[in-house]
């Protein structure tokens, strides 16, 4: 059977249900990932070729390929989109700068990025940025803007604060609002004697950052909390109560990122909530195993919860879906590949199931429809709705982007271990 055929079989069986399966895809396409640049590199970055990776996160693996130069980024991202459906965004990092210019973090520029703009043009991709609060002379403490000495909080009050104006020009460039995303790393590795104070700085320097206003079509502000870092075990200033608060307070999007809470503590969970008294959300998908180890995202239990409060609560309009995982033992391209399609998978399943018959079970009290409903979903052919998006968008089918990547492993990655970086054609 061809695959177009198995589709329309398939979709005969959700259509009994009341699923019109091309209106799903059709709303799956407009659906845009976030993909975060820093799978392709390990979070090296280009502005500080020398500086070790801190911040309290960690990448293992050294497998061969990674990206040495903005261009090489941009190349392996492109293959990587080559095989995921849809049109999406790049996440960056202040660190990806592309220039040739010593400047430092409180002097970057909207100039400093516009080799990427000028590329998510070309690609018809948007951007999303972050500041880098780590990985530099000045965090060398673990801390950045809770930071007591005042000059040290100022480098990153205006690290921040360009950060925002390189979103803003992001936003206005591309025609799709940027997502800047502030995290920082500051904590300490033992109790502290007072966890107060840390905490007002880092409200009011976050006050300093954001007082200018910026138009929300362009730029949108992120917080983005943790609950500990590598050499911060004992307290992390940005909790999730605090900027909880502090989205709230300041109309910031909080960003819930799947690896930053207690092991046994899911985000899926937390967006119904979240929902209620925000006007958005930010989602760093991603996978801990025992810790905030940042692996690459599978189709489990908690990514396609995740999926169904997105569609079941119809938060896919202000809910802006990023991945942030980092793993060095695999192909980095493949890393992209397959969580950036498991997302995509997780959502469309959540929108092929029987939502409004599983809620009308749950209302009239009926959990043993609400339960066999849900589970007899679990075994309907999903994989030929996927298969077909896959063909209909271009891109190949089932696990046929594997011999691609591995082609590309072999005429390009491999090449690099040999050869020496062409820095900024
Ligand atoms: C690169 C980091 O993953 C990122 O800035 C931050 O989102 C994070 O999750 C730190 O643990
Ligand atoms: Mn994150």
């Not at 880092?202 to 206003?213: G, P, Q, T, Y």
């Not at 980095?332 to 997780?346: D, E, F, L």
């Amino acid at each position: 059977m061809t695959i177009k055929a198995s589709y329309e079989e398939a979709k005969k069986l959700y259509a009994q249900h009341g699923i019109d399966v091309d209106e799903v895809l059709r709303k799956l396409e407009e659906i845009k990932i976030s993909v975060h640049c820093w799978q392709g590199d390990d979070v090296r970055g280009f502005l500080f070729q020398d500086q070790e990776l801190t911040g309290g996160i960690s990448v293992t693996g050294n497998y061969p390929g990674a990206a040495r130069t903005p261009n090489e980024l941009r190349k392996d991202m492109e293959k990587a989109f080559s095989l995921i459906p849809g049109k999406h965004k790049v996440n960056l990092h202040a660190i990806y700068a592309d220039t040739n210019e010593k400047v430092d973090l409180n002097e970057l520029e909207p100039r400093h990025f516009q080799s990427w703009v000028d590329w998510a043009k070309e690609q018809g991709l948007g951007l999303d940025f972050n500041p880098t609060c780590f990985s530099h002379e000045k965090s060398k403490d673990g801390l950045t803007l809770s930071h007591p000495d005042a000059e040290i909080r100022k480098f990153w009050i205006d690290h921040c604060k360009a950060s925002r104006k390189i979103g803003a020009y992001f936003g206005e460039q591309l025609g799709q609002t940027c997502v800047t995303n502030v995290w920082v790393p500051d904590g300490y590795k033992d109790i502290p004697a007072d966890r107060l104070t840390p905490r007002r700085r880092l409200k009011e320097a976050l006050d300093e950052v954001f007082a200018e206003e910026l138009d929300p079509k362009h730029n949108l502000d992120a917080v983005e909390s943790k609950l500990f870092g590598l050499g911060a075990e004992a307290y992390t200033v940005g909790s999730h109560e605090f900027y909880m608060g502090y989205g709230i307070q300041n109309d910031k999007l909080i960003c819930l990122d799947a690896g930053h809470f207690h092991p046994t503590e899911v985000i899926s969970n937390k967006l119904s909530s979240l929902s209620l008294f925000t006007n958005g959300i930010l989602l760093h998908v991603s996978r801990p195993v025992r810790w905030d180890s940042d692996h690459v995202v599978v189709l489990d239990d908690e990514l396609l919860d995740i999926g169904r409060e997105l569609v079941r609560n119809d938060l896919l309009g202000t809910t802006h879906i990023g991945l942030d995982f980092f793993d060095a033992s695999i192909n980095r391209v493949a890393a992209w590949v397959i969580g950036t399609r498991n997302t995509i998978k997780a959502l469309l399943r959540a929108m092929l199931e029987p939502v409004e018959a599983l809620k009308q079970a749950e209302l009239e009290g009926d959990y043993t429809t609400r339960l066999a409903l849900a589970e007899e979903f679990k075994s309907y052919p999903f994989g030929a709705i996927w298969d077909y998006y896959c063909e209909k968008t271009g891109v190949p089918v089932r696990e046929a982007w594997l011999s691609e990547v591995k082609a590309y492993e072999k005429s390009v990655l491999l090449g690099r271990e040999e050869s020496a970086p062409t820095v900024h054609q």
